[in-house]
């Protein structure tokens, strides 16, 4: 069963069975100290509008709302240290867990993981580069987060290799027409787009997930039928990537319009939407 639960994630976990879930990830709020927002907005044809689109065409914009959540915490480890204590009771014993945070957080939380799993169970710190938004003139623009991958044990974990989506090289010329006909196995600097202002993909929820990237990680690091599971879920991502990977999902926000955007991107796959107060048959309407 597929299942989404409107609810404290620290009220759920401890009644998911110990070693349910064969691949965990979260993307957690990454103490910014400042509010997320997402602006959702419209165009239409105006000869008097407010933009100048293709070929001098005027287009007058069209608000229709905003998502947002704050991300400030006194204390973001303490926060984060029982929830990721019982990550690694619930990941099965070949399950794969991980974490994507932004760099003002990633080596106070590469220590926490070590301590709660163990150094030799750290496998790989991957970088998600992309190369869009704001440049700052003081400073070196920001465009990567950082994601940490480790196992419940480096002696049996899921790597499917031959799941693993082929990328261009950029050097096709020395590769050899066969090989760059084929494409090359990403590094650990995985180079992707955000998720594009206007398509199909948006859902309009703040920090909202390329599922290329859970796509990659759902097929690599999960077999099908596995579980799961995201206690950060935001717009669903890691659901939609599972559910249509043929996994199944569980996924946990306390935030209403998170569980609202996420009944209905993924009502294709018949999720049960539930309260952490066992409330049953909610009304999603935000």
């Known amino acids: 069963m597929n299942r989404i639960v409107l609810g404290d994630n620290m009220d759920v976990l ?13 993307d957690p709020p990454f103490n910014t100290g400042k509010e997320q927002r997402r602006e959702r907005l419209r165009t239409v044809r105006d000869e008097h509008g407010d933009r100048t689109g293709f070929q001098g065409k005027r287009y007058r ?44 957080e990633a080596h106070y939380c590469k220590v926490l993981l070590d301590a709660l799993f163990g150094r030799e169970c750290f496998m790989n710190e991957i970088i998600w580069a992309y190369d869009y938004g704001g440049r700052p003139k003081t400073r070196w623009p920001a465009k990567h987060d950082t994601l940490l991958w480790y196992v419940k044990d480096p002696a049996r974990y899921t790597f499917n290799r031959d799941a693993i989506d ?9 590769a050899g027409t066969e090989k760059a006909a084929l494409g090359k196995v990403p590094t650990d600097v995985w180079w992707q787009t955000i998720v594009p202002t206007v398509g199909r993909e948006r859902t309009g929820y703040p920090t909202q997930k390329p599922i290329a990237i859970l796509n990659r990680i759902v097929r690599v690091h999960s077999d099908p039928g596995d579980l799961v599971l995201d206690f950060f879920a935001g717009s669903g991502t890691t659901g939609e990537a599972a559910a249509r990977n043929g996994r199944r999902y569980f996924l946990i926000d306390s935030n209403p319009e998170a569980v609202h955007v996420m009944a209905e991107r993924l009502a294709f796959s018949e999720p049960e939407v539930v309260s952490s107060t066992g409330t049953d048959g909610m009304d999603l309407s935000c």
């Open 61 to 104: 914009t069209v608000r229709l709302g905003a998502q947002s959540f704050g991300d400030l915490f006194d204390d973001f480890l303490s926060f984060l240290e029982p929830r990721l204590a019982e990550a690694h009771r619930i990941l099965s014993p070949a399950g794969s867990f991980f974490l994507h945070i932004d760099y003002r």
């Open 14 to 26: 401890p009644s998911i069975e110990t070693g349910a879930a064969a691949l965990i990830y979260i």
């Open 166 to 174: 082929r990328v261009p090289y950029m050097a096709p010329n020395l």
